[in-house]
Structure formats: C-alpha cells, structure tokens
C-alpha cells in the first residue's frame, strides 16, 4: 500500500505541481540533428519562437507516434510519411528545409539550405489531406479573387489610394504596395518574392546573408509562396506551437472576419453561442479530437459549424473534418452586391454575370446561374450544417431559423435594389459620373451606395445566419439599410431641385 | 497512517484527474423512469443537449438535497415541492412533461405529453419567487411594452419595412414576421403559437409527428408561451447546463444590451470594473451562494449589482437577491425620449404623457409623473444600490459618482430637447412632414435627430453610470450629441434659403 | 515512506483544495498594530476591499521579504525602507497614513491621520524608480497636457457643452465641472480638492467626520493630488489587490486607449497577437518576474512592448523594464493633426509650432522640430522596441513591419492634409467661420473634418502598428479617410454654386 501510496503520489505530484494539460510541455520527442543544429544558435537568437514551440504537440509527438493513433483521433492525413521524419520531433529543420530547390527563398544558412517562407506544400508531408481540401476553398484564392477582378481593384484603390486637394479639386495617388500589403492583402494574401540577398551583422553570430523579400511579413490566406503555391496554413494554425484550441478559437476566425464588411466575429460575440463560449470555455476541451457537443463543449466556435470533426459521446460522427469551408455553406451572404447560392469554383474571378462583369449578379440581382450551384448541391450543404445544428436543437427550432434567413437574404438583397436604384437615378441625371463616365466607388452618394451593401446588408444576413439581433438591426444592419436609403434620397432632392 | 494516506490520495487524485470544478460533472442524482425514457433516445437524436445537461446543477442534485441547503446557499425558492419530483434529478420529462393541459404545445411522444417549450411556470415549480419577481420587471413584459406602443411599433417599422424605389420616390412594404422575429422580437419575444401538426422522417426513430410552432425559435425576455404565461428564464439561465456563472457573467446580458441603443455591456467592456473582470476573473468563485465580494470576485458584473444575494465573508448580507431588477434601479437612463424615474408599473405602454402619447415625457420634456415613482422611492432605490457601492467604495466615492451621473442626466437631457427643438422647426416650416403628416421616423433627418436620442444620449448616461469614459465621449457620447445638433443646423441651412 | 507520503500529500491536498496560484490567498504577513485598527472596523464597513485587498501580494510579503528577491524578480526599486515599514505587510495604514503633513485630504480618523488619496509620493516609498521614470512619461503630464493647450481645450468645450436652440440657433453652455471630470478628464485626470468636511452618519460606526473632496473619484494617469503631486499608479495597478497580471492585461490599457480617437485595443483585439493572448492566455504565466517570451506567454500583451522586464529562459534580459512608455516608442502615431516623433519633454503643452500653436506640427504639416526627438533618439528607441519583436521574429520580419509603419505615416499624414486644404478652402470662402472668426470645431462641416484626424488617420496608423488590418481599412481606416474628402467636397459644391 505504501508502494502504491508513492507511486500515485509521483503522479499526483506530477500532475498538480508540473499543470499537465492542454498545450502545456509534455516530454519532448528525441529531435534531429538538423533540428538541434537550428536550436543551438536559435535558443538564444530567437528564444520566443522555440519556447513557444516546445509548447506545441509537434514537439512532443514524433510523426510515427502520431500515425499509431486510432484513425478518430489522428491529426495527420499522410499515409505514408518519409521515413527520415517518422522518429523525431517536428521541428525547426523538418518544416524550414525541405524541397530546397522548389524554394525560391531558400538560403546557406549553417550548414543547411533554409527557408524562411513554410508553405502549404511542405505542411501536405503529413497533412496533405487538409492541403487538398484547403485548395478548393476561395480563401485559398484570396488573393487572385480580389486582384483579377477588375471591380474590386477599383474599389480597393478608391480605398487605398492617397487622395489630394488642390485648388477645391480632388485628384487620387494610386495606392504604395505597403498599403496595399497591409489592409486589402494582410487577409487576402501578398506575393512574397525574393528581391535579392542582404548582409546583416547579427550581433553574437557574426555576419550573415539572408534573402531579401518583398511582400514580407505576410500569412495571409491567399498568400503567393517562393515555391509556387498559394495559401498560409499559419493564418489559423498560428506559429509555433500550432495549438489546436487556438485553430478551434473563434479569436482566430477574427483577424479577417469582424470589420463591417464581413462582422461575422461581431455577430458571434453577442449571439447565445458566443455569450456561452466567453463565459464557459474555460471549462472546456478546446483541444479534444474528435470533438463532442455537450460534452467537449456547450456551445459552437466557428471551427465547430465550419471545420471540425464531430462526433456524439459514442463516438458516432456528426460532421466529418473539411477544410474546403463551403462544404456546410450553401449561400454567399457577403453580397458584392447582393447574396447569392455558393459559387462552382473557389476561383471565383472567372465568373462573368449578364453584364460582363466578374460579378456572381448584375446590379440589378440578376445571378449567373452557370457558375453557382444548383438547388440540388445547395439541400446537400445545408443538410449538412443541420445535422450539426441538431446535435444539440430540435428539428423544429433548426427549421425555424433556417426559415428566418432565407426571408432575411430577400428582405436585404431587395433592400440593396432599392439604393441601387436611386444610385442608377444619380447617374442617369448626371450628379454623379458612374460606369462608363467614372469610377463607381469614387463621388461621396457612390460611397453612401457602397456601404448600403458592403456593410449594412452583409451585417444584416451574417446576424440572421447566427443569430446576433444587433448586428441585424441597430449596429450597421435594418435601421441603417433603410436610413441609406433616405439619405440618397434627401441628397437627390436638394441636387436635383436646382 | 497508509489507510489514511490511501483514501486522502484517492481524493486528491479524484479531484486532480475528474477535474471536480465549477459546472464539472459531479455524480449524477437518481433519474425518474420517465426521464430515462426520453434519455433513452436522446442520447443519440440530440447527444449535445444531453451532455450539456448532465454537467449542471440540475444533473446532480434533487430537489430534496437542494431544499436541505442552508436557506442562504438555497438557490430554490419553494417550500413544498410535489413529492414525485422531490428524490429525483430535474431532468427531460420534470421540465417538458408538467402541466400538459395549459401547454398548447403539448403531443404525444413516445409514452407522453411532451412539450418543447418551457416556461417560467415550469421553472416556478421550484423557484416560485424569481418568477414572481421576474413579472414585476419590465423585461416580462418587453412583447405588450413595443407591441402596443404605437410610436414603438411605428419606429420599428420604419427599421425593418423593406423600403422600395420608383421613379426617384420611396414606398415601404411592411416588416415580414421573419424580420421582426429576428430583430425587435429577438430579444423582446415572440409569440409562440401552435399552427398544426407535422410528420416527420427521424431517421433512426422513424416517422413521428411534432407541433408546428410559429414564432419559434426564440427566447426573448418578454415571450408569450403556448402555456399563455410570458418571459423565459433561459434568456439568461442558458440551457441546458443552466450554470449560475453564466447568468452572472456579463456576457449574457450583453446578448440584447450591446446595440448602439442600449450600450451597456459596452460600456462595461471599458470600464474599471470590466476589467477586473476581464484580466481576473478566471481566478474566481462565479458560482457561490451568497455571493461575497473581495473573496469571491474583486469587480462586479452584472448580476452583482443588479440580482444577486450578495454577503460579506462573515455572512452578514449586503444585498438580497432580486430577479425585480428595477428594485436597484431608481431611474431609467434609456430615454425614449428623455430620461425619467422608473415606471410605477412594468407595463410601461400604459403609461399616457400630456401630450396622449405612450411615452414617459412629452417632446418637450415634461415627465408623466402619475406613473413614475416618486422620490421617495427613488431614494429608497438608489440606496439600495449604493450599498452595494460601498462594500468596495468609501461613501464619498458613491457620493461623488451618483452626482455626476445626475448631472449627466440633466446634460444629455438638454441636449436631446436641443435636438428636438431644430426638428420642431423643420416640421414647422414644412421641410419634413411630421407627426400628424406622416411618421417622425421615416426621413433622413428625422433618422439623424431619431439617433441623438435613442443612441448618443443613452450611450452618455449608461457611459457616465458605469464609468466608461470613451462611450459618454468620443465613441456615440457627448461629440456625438454636439455634432448631430450642427448636422441638423447645418440641413435646415441649406435647405430653408431657398 | 508514509512519513514521506504523509508530508507530501498535505502539501498535494493544500495545492489542489486551496487552488494555491497566481493571485490566490498566501499566507499572510504579520500586521502593523495601525493597519489591524484599520481592520478592526473596515472589514465590517467595506467588506470588499479588505478581502480584495488578502488577495495580493502586499498583504503576503513584507518589504524585508520582498528585499531579498534576487534582483532580476525584485518588484520593489527602493534600496532603503523605512525601517517601520519592513516587517509588516504593506496594508491600509502603511499607504493611507504616511506624510500626513503634506496630504490636504490628511483626516483625523480613528487614531490616526488617515488620506483617503494615495498618490505616486506615496508608493515612491519602496517604488521610487517606477515613480521617477513615470513622471517623464507624457501620460503623468496629461492633465496640464489637456488643460494648458487652448486648441486642446476648445476641442474639449466643443464636445462637453451643452447645445441649445432657439429660433432656428444655436448656443452653447460651457460643459460642467462634472461633465469634464467623467469625459475628458476621467483620463487625463481631475484636480482632487479638499472642499472642506463633513459629517456622517455611519450606521454601525456612529457620527464621524470626513473630508469632502472636489474631482473625486477619479483616478486618471495625470490626476493633482491633494499632495501637490502627479498621477495615479492605480490607473493600471488596480486597487486593492495590485495583481501584476492585471496590469499586465491588455483590458486595463483599453480603458483610456479604445475609443475612435486613440483605438489602440481595438487594433490590438483583431491583431494575431490579440487573438494567440485571448486564446491561449489561460495557459500563461501572466505574473512572472521577469517575463519569458514563449515561456510564459506566447503573444505580447500591451505591457510586454511597453513596460515588462523581460528576459529569455536563459535569464539574459532583452528589455529593461521601464514606466517612462517612451522608452520604446520613436513616433507619435496620435496625430494632432499630423504624426510626428516623440516630443523632447512629456508637457507637451511647452511645444509651440511656427503658427504659434500649441501643437507638434503646424495646419499644413510643417513640425515643430526642436521640440521633438531627432533622428538618432528616434533610431535608439526603435531598436529598443524592435529587440522586443525579434525575440519571436526574425529580422527580416521586423524590417518589413517597420517599413510598412513609415508608408502608413505619410500616406496617412498626406490624407490628413487633403482634407485639411478642403478645410481652408471653406474658411477663405466663408462657408464656415474658422480661426480668427470662432472655434475650428463648432460648426457641422468642421467636425466632419476633425474626425479626418483624430478618428481616421490615428485609427490607420495604430492599425499598421500592430497589424491590425480591419481598423486600418473599413473600420475608421482608409475607406473613411478617402470618404470624407470626398464628403467635404460634395458638401463645398453644393454650397458654393449658390
């Protein structure tokens, strides 16, 4: 009895006094030798980033330590794994220094060609499954989305772009790369190209040559890699310890996804899901895999409707793991310039409406049907996000909001008719130069037009979908659609008049 | 000495490895046979709801253990409880199976009369007194007070009505049920109505049928239930964990007071007291009974201030605990138009001014006063909560912080009636058509002067209550109420010249 | 070995029963007889602070104790304590009744000389150096800072006044001390007067006297206190537990650095920083002495860039703590109007630009340079800051962040000056009355203007400091700088065909 009185105290001991739990340091996997060649320099050139690290599950597992996994709880999708990683930790040699030749950004760094840009292609070693899915995600393809359609490089330049008065007159600066890197392409993506090979005195290490790159830094989703590919995992699987609570957290989802285009984050802040999360996820599992409803957690993050796999307390899946996301996504609320069903393609620049424009509707809502999905595709997504919904409502109350957002999709999409017709009135009478004549986004009512749907009807939907009435009412949703409106309408009135 | 250490250890290891805290599962109260039943196939149609519910309160203990409780730790309010609920977990069938005949949403399911929609008389079985309260308090009665308000509804209309344009003029098709579900509804509540019967595919249950329920989902403070009582505990008592952390986390409340009308969590956010909260709070007892400030929790939330039995580490009691919020409340900052003493009555579309009008003030200021409380009971009030000031506060404090607010009130008043007058004199001179002519709320200006009163001046006196600076400045407060009187000054110019 | 087992497991069950962690009740230091009088009656007459007051660490450690702290944990800077003050813990009388003679609000209380007002003079007795460095600080300053600039206070009149109107005008009444004292000045600090005393009934206390204080409460960075000095350290060391994680918390900051004008915490709340604090911060260290980039925390908070001591696991430091914030920062990002570097001296109200303006730069741009750190100052500071940033980045990142900052400047700056030449336009045309002929910031189109500056552009530069996209774009960002130039200039050509 006293020997086992010992040993469990060692354990109790162990457990109280070392805090053994989610993202803390567990026993570290043995490292390479490439790896610990990086650590002996970095421990002291960059501690943050290896504390952090060693913080993380990729430096407690091995790669063959993670495939023994049942396959429910496996976080890698590769079957086979190079045998040359498969015993040791994942660490700073296994992810900055292979396939040196694909990297434009690779250097002599030490003894190793190292690059400093980690891509989509070298986290698919062991995670290819996700890179696949990831790939027919728009966000994948932020970045070409927003730079190969004409419409919306004018409205980012009438964003960006660095106005000037003279003479009463205004005249317009085309927006500096740096702007553009850090508003529109922080979330969309910048190109990161090698601009050349600098030297640099590094203090304790001596003189050093490292790459010079532009576009740098960046994680943006849609970013343009040195070794060819597009995408960031790091967006939401942030470095170095790429906790999965983090990925599961919805402050995450809230880098690109809460200003007043797209204030999803907001909506999830004062609806019933998100008032739970803040009061009670420190009771939660943030980081069990699979993860059940109810009893991991009492309330959705976004990861949890979006991404993850979930499965009942027996074990039975709910929802299997995507990270293609519009695979529970039926409709488009972020109406440019009114909602719309999910597009074919994630490429979503290639879509021409009636009108030529690369536009999923006209300005008159008309949609191009060929290039979105069919009712049929669309009941197969929304059965999905129910099923999740349902882990946890009753049928009735899943249908009852379901009934509420299509009304909602109606109601804003005419809502933005209405502005977009008086904006059509405006440039019909000429108090404003449109299409044809000028920039649609440059004059003050084009921008009291925008705001009507890039804001205000975005707001409106993105409420309904989850349920967050203020965003869908008085803070940028009804009160503000109609007041645009009204306010058009009073500006017409004192112009027209003369 | 080993025996001891034995059972001591297998505590410790108990508590270390079941992680025993706040909302844990603790080991479950006996089941009624009917509950199980509904567990029977619960388990698997609604696996989160189950989960959710086994780590409450209500999981674990039963009522006979809940009323041996020292009356100060008692969380229920009966003194006789039916006898069949007495030894047994407050479980599925305890709250969806009383009272079948009152329940117009009653239907056979499985071997009983099931009704989905619970209600605070199914709450009251054994918390007779926080529903009694509860219908004293405004918030009950938050459908009838917009409802039959005809300036309410003629506002809210004019947010949710779908507005349409012609020719350059504007026409407004009305709110659909859907919108006004979603919107006003939200919070103030729906009406639950029973419109049939459906079948329906179960799956792995097969074809069953269900009632069709209009105005569903909702949870609104002021719902009107298929058992004709109105309200609904779970608005703040979240299902179906119904955790007391989280009705006394300030992230409940900020679910319907967060909008730019009724700013409160808002301001909290900001304020001291908020973060405390915050930065601390992961270190406190959220869930003890009494509740005792310093050795509990160093800041108060909301529920502090405003519900809960509140003692000091001797016991002795600071504040009762009143689901009556107005008890604390001596006056009512969210002016409609201006601010006033708290109504007399909860019903406050009773309430008649001078001018005939459902409001508590006539436009021009002049309180209602038969229906307010007079100033002896405001005193008596505002004591109450001064009290619970002073537990953290020396009285000079309090007393310099509750003469600011009063001189805020005075201010934002002002400033309101300020506002009003410039669109008195719009109406007069015929530039807007006003009451009598057409709806004050339906052009721009009277949107600009609609916003000084309903977002700036609430934001400035909610700011100045709860010390949240940049609300009652800068961000919708006193810049806000100054600039909206020059806009309208500014309009009339431009206008009236000609 | 059930010796062992015995000892050990007392020490592992008051581990696990207690929750001994960061903040959490100690054993307590033994008391002055002074502060056990204190005691004697306010754990009766305010419960709250007392138990608050347990919870930290002055009440746990005396000033002997907290001495021989190896240096680099040492919290205290003072190389003498008195030697009274050494052996107790550091309660109600040691910081309520020191220098009675210089404190005006010094009361007979008890019997003692108590001052309900602490001031920096007072912790300066075991924390001088932090009082020294923060008195360079601008923020100790940002009272006189406010109230010695007649722009700054004509802008401050502007806000808080009181608007009336009659016949078609308006008026203003100056704002009330109130006002002032909740608005501006609830940050920038009150003067705290003794007024003279009262009486009061004190329930179980009996009739006492006290002093009756103008200005209170308050307890903004730049207070005057009763003393004759400046500040208050409880701004960020929150009354009475003192918790260095609270000061530390990105929430304490937010109380004087979220609204539109300087939205600091709202960058910081979008920010991959943010996001990884709110997250993962539950899993920190927050209170370590020094701190441990990627040990202790795996994000900065405001705290760790501005102020910590922090070191790597090595123990090497790589920022000395300082609470002169300027240490670290080299450019002004508030612009009033435009940015500028640093000033010289923290009373900013000493500068004069070349217009005679109590301003760092003149309406066209042009700095006051000799009152502004130059180049070199500039670069040492940036350094400072950008060692902080490659404990976690590497230099190549740093490099490209700061590059970025430097563009956003002057685009930013440039955007300021487009609507600032529109400004003038109004003023030589006479559409508004400007300097020379009233306030810069009375009339309607004037306001518009000011939030080009003091909204807008500050939003976008804090933004790109802290990667912070949302706030830099759509939110307050470059849509609204580039909007309201074009809004200043539709509201020109409607007044000026006339």
């Not at 979930?310 to 488009?332: E, F, K």
Request: proline share 7%.
């Amino acid at each position: 009895m006293p020997l086992f009185c010992n040993l469990a105290l060692t354990l109790a001991l162990a457990l109280v006094l070392f805090g053994v739990g989610p993202g803390q340091a567990a026993p570290a996997a043995p490292l390479s030798e490439a790896t610990q060649a990086c650590l002996d320099c970095h421990n002291e050139a960059t501690p943050g980033i290896v504390a952090d690290w060693k913080r993380g599950r990729m430096a407690q597992k091995t790669p063959a330590q993670a495939l023994k996994e049942p396959q429910a709880q496996r976080r890698v999708s590769a079957k086979d794994i190079p045998a040359g990683l498969m015993q040791v930790a994942v660490g700073c040699a296994e992810c900055h220094t292979g396939n040196p030749k694909s990297h434009a950004d690779s250097f002599d760094h030490g003894d190793h060609q190292v690059h400093p840009v980690v891509t989509p292609a070298d986290c698919a070693v062991c995670h290819p499954q996700e890179r696949e899915q990831y790939g027919r995600n728009p966000m994948a393809h932020a970045r070409a989305n927003l730079l190969k359609n004409p419409l919306y490089m004018d409205l980012a330049q009438q964003t960006n772009g660095v106005p000037q008065a003279a003479g009463g007159k205004i005249s317009m600066q085309p927006a500096s790369p740096a702007a553009e890197a850090e508003s529109c392409l922080y979330c969309h993506g910048t190109e990161i190209k090698v601009l050349g090979q600098q030297s640099r005195d590094t203090g304790a290490f001596g003189e050093m040559s490292f790459p010079k790159l532009g576009g740098w830094p960046n994680r943006g989703v849609g970013r343009k890699n040195p070794d060819g590919t597009v995408g960031s995992c790091t967006s939401c699987h942030t470095r170095h310890q790429f906790a999965i609570e983090m990925a599961r957290s919805p402050y995450t989802c809230s880098e690109c996804h809460k200003g007043p285009d797209v204030p999803v984050y907001k909506v999830y802040q004062v609806s019933k899901h998100g008032n739970i999360f803040y009061a009670m996820h420190k009771q939660w599992a943030m980081d069990k895999v699979p993860w059940t409803p109810g009893k991991d957690f009492t309330a959705p993050t976004c990861a949890t409707c979006h991404v993850s796999l979930l499965a009942d307390p027996g074990g039975n899946v709910i929802a299997q793991r995507t990270h293609q996301m519009t695979d529970r996504i039926w409709v488009r609320l972020l109406g440019l310039i009114y909602s719309h069903p999910q597009p074919v393609s994630p490429e979503t620049w290639k879509i021409t409406n009636a009108d030529g424009q690369s536009l999923a509707t006209t300005l008159d809502g008309k949609p191009a049907s060929k290039f979105l999905i069919d009712a049929k595709e669309q009941a197969v997504r929304q059965k999905r996000m129910a099923k999740i919904c349902q882990a946890c409502h009753a049928q009735g109350w899943v249908d009852g909001q379901m009934a509420r957002l299509e009304q909602t999709i109606k109601d804003s999409d005419a809502m933005v008719l209405a502005a977009t017709r008086l904006m059509l009135e405006i440039w019909r009478q000429g108090l404003a130069q449109g299409p044809g004549k000028g920039s649609p986004f440059d004059e003050y009512i084009e921008r009291v037009w925008t705001q009507q749907w890039l804001f205000y009807a975005n707001s409106t939907r993105f409420a309904s979908a989850m349920m967050g009435a203020d965003l869908g009412v008085f803070d940028n949703g009804r009160w503000d659609l109609n007041k645009t409106v009204r306010h058009m309408h009073d500006w017409i009135k004192v112009r027209s008049k003369k």
